[in-house]
């Protein structure tokens, strides 16, 4: 059997899975956050402080493992023959919805791969947030099944589907040369790229490593079309299992590795990045789960299309980044310590509106 | 029922490829069903979404678009 053959049989989404599984940890074990060994809503958090669309100090790092998601999916879509440009299904929608999708989360403290993470590694905080990302997808199943849709895409020009990739790569080498291009007004070289010295951005795993972990799974998982949100919605909508078997060997395979590693800790207190307002962890993950499904696939899934030509999928993951930009500079985003001040409150908007989005979106109004 | 149906669902997200295959092949009941898929993952999701409901399947690459044909 081919490995293109294999990757897209039963067991691609399993060994994808299970790569995530052994990777994240041992990213962590390597330096990245607790718990955080790959977390696509904060790793996009952190790239959006590190080019300074927020301030949050303590979360600010260009994360080489999203870049190489978008370079690992490249290179299997190029070699699968799976590269095709396209664009044009309501990608200012997608931009909200991915927006929302990083403000949700971020109220949370992960995306649905932390979830599993962070469930893996002993916090039982990360069960609401798991139960929270089910209700959201049943509840956008909810409107996929009254008619909704984005419309569809259509062939793009020759240079779409490179944006994303050469973006990927000028953030790469933002991160190797750090440039200070900028000036404090006492004339002080500042910026463009800003690197936290302390907290969550300052903690992370060798570059190469990152880099080569992200090739990895980046390269796989285009081909499995593994996806954390498609895993749940498919078996609840189309009585499918095939990706929720990827979901499942991440689990066991994470869980497996911090034991080896001893960085399993069971309890709800004191875990890394995380909070305990159950209620909070649960409804962030709703509005999470609820713009995943209406974009069509999880945060990873929508990395991974932009290394395969999708254009919407990158208006998904730039939107992805303003949300994550958003949430700390208006105090949405959640701390260990708890929801933000607004968090609750941009959870309620987010909602109203993808539920807007939900009901209204068809495919005769949106062609 | 015996009847045949097309159904284009080329430039779809997930799941709506998938989706509208499940529900074409449970109203026609048995038939012939030709989908117009124009990406690798719509044409999985929808040979698989047939094979699981007891449908056999067959696939025709035509340029962009491929021609899947589900009977039963």
Redesign the interface.
């Known amino acids: 059997m081919s490995l293109s053959r294999f990757l897209s049989s039963r067991w691609g989404p399993i060994v994808t899975g299970a790569a995530v599984g052994v990777l994240a940890p041992l990213l962590v074990q390597q330096g990245n956050p607790g718990n955080m060994g790959i977390c696509v809503a904060c790793f996009n958090r952190d790239i959006a402080g590190a080019l300074g669309f927020h301030r949050a100090a303590a979360v600010q790092y260009i994360r080489p493992e999203i870049l190489a998601f978008v370079f690992g999916a490249l290179a299997a879509a190029l070699a699968f023959g799976e590269f095709r440009p396209r664009g044009g299904s309501s990608p200012l929608i997608r931009f909200v919805l991915g927006m929302f999708a990083a403000i949700g989360a971020l109220v949370f403290l992960g995306c649905p791969w932390r979830a599993v993470l962070r469930l893996a590694g002993g916090d039982g905080n990360a069960i609401p947030g798991i139960v929270g990302l089910v209700a959201g997808i049943g509840l956008g199943i909810v409107f996929l099944k009254r008619g909704f849709s984005l419309g569809r895409s259509r062939p793009a020009a020759p240079a779409v589907p490179w944006v994303m990739p050469v973006f990927a790569a000028v953030l790469l080498a933002l991160l190797l040369g750090a440039p200070l291009l900028g000036r404090t007004p006492e004339g002080n070289p500042t910026g463009p790229v800003f690197f936290s010295e302390k907290g969550p951005g300052s903690q992370h795993a060798p570059w190469l490593l990152s880099l080569a972990a992200g090739l990895v799974v980046g390269f796989l998982a285009q081909r499995s079309r593994f996806c954390t949100v498609g895993a749940f919605r498919d078996v609840l909508l189309l009585r499918d299992a095939h990706l929720l078997n990827g979901v499942v060997a991440l689990l066991v395979a994470a869980f497996a590795t911090n034991l080896a590693l001893g960085q399993f800790h069971a309890g709800f207190e004191g875990n890394p990045v995380a909070h305990t307002g159950t209620s909070w962890n649960f409804a962030g993950m709703v509005l999470a789960g609820l713009a995943f499904t209406l974009a069509g696939g999880c945060p990873g899934r929508q990395v991974f299309l932009c290394g395969e030509g999708d254009g919407d999928a990158g208006v998904f993951v730039v939107g992805m980044i303003a949300g994550a930009g958003v949430a700390h500079l208006c105090s949405l985003a959640s701390s260990p310590s708890g929801p933000g001040p607004y968090g609750p409150w941009a959870v309620g908007i987010g909602l109203v509106v993808l539920c807007l989005f939900g009901a209204t979106m068809r495919e005769s109004t949106t062609n | 029922m015996n009847g045949t149906k097309n159904l284009d669902v080329?430039?779809?997200?997930?799941?709506?490829p998938?989706?509208r295959t499940?529900l074409a092949l449970q109203g026609l009941g048995t038939g012939t069903l030709v989908v117009l898929v124009?990406?690798?993952?719509s044409r999985?999701n929808v040979e698989?979404?047939g094979r699981?409901l007891g449908w056999q399947t067959q696939a025709l690459e035509e340029g962009?678009t491929t021609r899947i044909t589900l009977r039963k």
């Open positions: 080329r430039g779809l997200s997930c799941p709506e998938a989706l499940r124009d990406s690798s993952t999985n698989r979404t699981q962009a």
